[in-house]
């Protein structure tokens, strides 16, 4: 090949890279941001599955499909808990059951009529960021939701145990540990935080730290997965 024609396949290489990098700069500047409570914007972020099984259903209209019936029901579920708080609490309760049992579009459901009952709520935006990762895998858009977790009032305890566990997903290890020292303390008794815990040490190269921590997680009745996954932390940690 001459070299005119290898500095024009150059040039040419050169230019596509310029391009593909102004459409990857473009569609970042199109993110579209939604405001979903007063003051509180998250990026608009939709998935194949019913709108009511998405969060924030889908960012959908008012007036659209089951956003619509829940907005007519809310009355009715105030009128029969006695308040709009003691609703919130009765769907999210529901929403919590969901998300234990692996109901990943049951609990969007459930934390979608919360957010149409009370917006600003954390737990909102908590169980909508479990939604995200446990049925969709989308780790970027759940730790975006969690962030706003943190800024809206009333967060739950369980928050920093869930928030470490995405950071692990992610291999983000140095910035899950102490996110899940706080959870541990926060919330002692949940076995898995512990065993959270200890596989982030583990991964920041503390394997005496993460001996010490699987057993704390043994001693608190872990949930079946995580016993198994304990077994594998004490393992490569080569614990006693």
């Known amino acids: 090949m001459k070299q005119d024609q290898v500095q024009m396949v150059g040039r040419g290489f050169a230019g596509l890279m310029i391009g593909l990098m102004l459409i990857a700069f473009s569609s970042a500047a199109r993110a579209e941001m939604v405001e979903v409570a007063p003051g509180v914007q998250v990026t608009k972020t939709t998935f194949d599955a019913p709108a009511d099984e998405q969060p924030f259903y889908g960012f959908t209209a008012k007036t659209a499909g089951p956003r619509a019936a829940d907005e007519k029901l809310l009355p009715d579920l105030?009128?029969?808990t006695g308040s709009r708080e003691q609703a919130f609490e009765a769907v999210t309760l529901r929403g919590w059951k969901a998300v234990q049992s692996g109901r990943a579009g049951e609990a969007a459901k459930r934390f979608n009529q919360a957010w149409l009952l009370m917006p600003e709520r954390?737990?909102?935006?908590?169980g909508l960021a479990m939604v995200a990762q446990m049925r969709f895998n989308d780790l970027a858009f759940a730790d975006e939701l969690f962030k706003q977790a943190y800024k809206q009032p009333h967060p739950l305890k369980m928050l920093d145990a869930d928030y470490g566990r995405l950071l692990l997903m992610q291999k983000r290890y140095r910035d899950a540990q102490p996110v899940l020292e706080k959870a541990v303390v926060d919330t002692a008794d949940f076995g898995d935080a512990w065993a959270y815990l200890a596989f982030a040490k583990l991964q920041n190269g503390d394997k005496a730290g993460a001996c010490t921590d699987a057993a704390e997680a043994r001693k608190r009745k872990p949930s079946r997965s995580t016993v198994r996954d304990?077994?594998?932390?004490e393992k490569d940690a080569k614990c006693n």
Do not use: D, G
């Open 78 to 80: 105030i009128a029969a």
């Open 122 to 126: 954390s737990a909102v935006y908590h």
């Open 230 to 233: 304990l077994s594998h932390i």
